[in-house]
RNA sequence: GGGGAGAUACUCAAGCGGUCAACGAGGACAGACUGUAAAUCUGUUGCCAACGGCUUCGCAGGUUCGAAUCCUGCUCUCCCCA
């Protein structure tokens, strides 16, 4: 008989996790000793800015995620409240304020992407609005307010660096919020643990603090390092905006193709943060990449983990056949051997141009078609430009300037491939539209 | 309230009567080399019916054959003194 199945791993375990994955920056005396005497509850807030999350919020949620295989209960918190004011922190300018409206909108949609990170059986997922909605000016100030000393605020770095361009009182009280949030899970939902990004350790501080002084209790904080890219430029970025997880702001292939595209030393660091590969499984990686790094083994892992995860087999199963078209050998002929269905399935992901017949027939210019009739150039002479330069391809072959795609040229009688550079891929569909 | 400085393209930053669509740097984009990487090198970077034309140098007027450059007013920003 196995004397147990279970035994109780020491929660630090937790923690030891976090630090060989690069997940871990600063933690409060105290944090390690915490986590290993049992399970307990700990918290991440979002602000439902926008009705999506993007993969800068993913760290976060891998936290919520590494938290709860390890035993304790991850509390996501929506802030439906404190979203209405505004955190100063890593910001230079006073935040617009949302309306209620949209902040019940984004929260539901928030909701509904964590859902494929977190088991909510167990997880759970709060709104500050369902305990500051109902609390009056006067209460907060008396109740809270009272236990904070200004000169305590003012120290904070998020608010001393605001101070000389200037912040309003409603900023000014943001970490009281915040600091109010970690006092209400810590009384209501023992929860013990806060985490978060760098930036917001001072809202941190200031919510220990409250617990300390209004609730003689100990809680604790711990933060992650800002992610960064070996080039110096911010994580989550490209050209065109945010890397979104809802397909509707991002499509499942650019989502795809933004892990694809990471260097490799970013790759290296990525798989660590953003997928639940162990350190072996992950150290072979890396090295059969060394070996053969054409291959892309080490990105590959990781678009493909994260994109399963966002986006669902089906998803995934696109985004790469999508990839191997446009990157991979596929020739003038292949692409028309294609279907029309197989067509509109494969490029979903890529934007796309409507072209009415009667303008395509009437063009004369390929650089007109390509920046008038359909805007993959901003402008003409940049369409030209870059035409001379050698930088545009039709149906996987370059095209010059003096070159002009006819009917013939036309997969299945009306799509036409346009590469722009070596990444950018667009689908122009000569119908009516 | 008094005094001073400034506003130029995506950003920083030259230019201070014609030769300015505007030096330079960064960024961005493209080409070569590669692995859809990094680094490096090269090119491009207001618009158009393009050896030419048009619109741009905070806003509105004015002087002049000619203004980003000079004058007047306005708006905004920063600094110093009360």
Request: glycine share 8%.
């Amino acid at each position: 008989m196995r004397p147990k199945i279970f035994t109780f791993e020491p929660m630090n375990n937790f923690l030891n996790e976090l630090k060989w994955r690069g997940m871990l920056a600063d933690s409060m005396p105290g944090t390690e000793e915490w986590l290993s005497k049992g399970p307990t509850a700990g918290y991440v807030g979002f602000d439902p800015t926008a009705d999506s999350l993007h993969v800068g919020h993913l760290v976060q949620i891998m936290l919520l995620v590494h938290l709860q295989r390890a035993g304790h209960t991850p509390i996501a918190l929506i802030g439906g409240a404190t979203g209405m004011v505004g955190d100063p922190s890593g910001k230079s300018q006073e935040r617009n304020l949302l309306s209620a409206n949209d902040i019940a909108h984004n929260t539901a949609a928030i909701r509904k992407q964590m859902e494929s990170f977190l088991d909510f059986s167990s997880a759970k997922l709060l709104n500050n609005l369902d305990w500051f909605g109902s609390m009056g000016f006067i209460d907060f100030i008396r109740d809270v307010g009272k236990h904070i000393p200004v000169t305590y605020m003012m120290a904070k770095e998020s608010v001393k660096k605001r101070l000389e361009t200037g912040m309003s009182f409603t900023e000014f009280t943001y970490q009281l919020l915040q600091g109010y949030d970690y006092y209400h899970l810590y009384t209501q939902h023992q929860c013990r643990l806060q985490m978060g990004g760098t930036d917001q350790w001072g809202n941190m501080t200031t919510g220990t603090e409250l617990i300390r002084r209004k609730a003689q209790g100990e809680a604790y904080a711990f933060t992650t390092p800002l992610i960064t890219k070996a080039d110096g430029s911010k994580f989550g970025k490209t050209e065109s905006g945010n890397i979104w997880l809802s397909p509707e702001k991002t499509s499942v292939y650019d989502f795809y193709q933004f892990w694809l595209r990471s260097s490799d030393s970013d790759a290296a660091k990525y798989i660590r943060i953003f997928t639940l590969k162990s350190k072996e499984e992950i150290e072979a990686l890396e090295a059969q990449h060394a070996l053969a790094p054409h291959e892309l083994k080490l990105q590959r892992a990781l678009a493909e983990d994260i994109t399963v995860r966002v986006h669902g087999a089906a998803g995934l199963k696109m985004a790469e056949k999508t990839s191997d078209m446009l990157f991979g050998k596929a020739t003038t002929e292949e692409l028309k051997a294609l279907s029309e269905s197989e067509i509109l399935q494969i490029f979903s992901g890529v934007p796309m141009f409507y072209v009415a017949p009667a303008e395509f027939q009437s063009c004369t210019e390929l650089a007109e078609l390509l920046s008038v009739k359909a805007a993959v150039f901003a402008s003409k002479s940049e369409a030209r430009r870059m035409l001379q330069a050698g930088g545009v391809s039709i149906n996987q072959s370059k095209v010059g300037l003096n070159d002009l795609p006819t009917n013939n040229s036309l997969i299945q009688g009306k799509y036409l491939l346009v590469q722009k550079g070596k990444k950018n891929h667009h689908l122009l569909i000569v119908q009516n539209s």
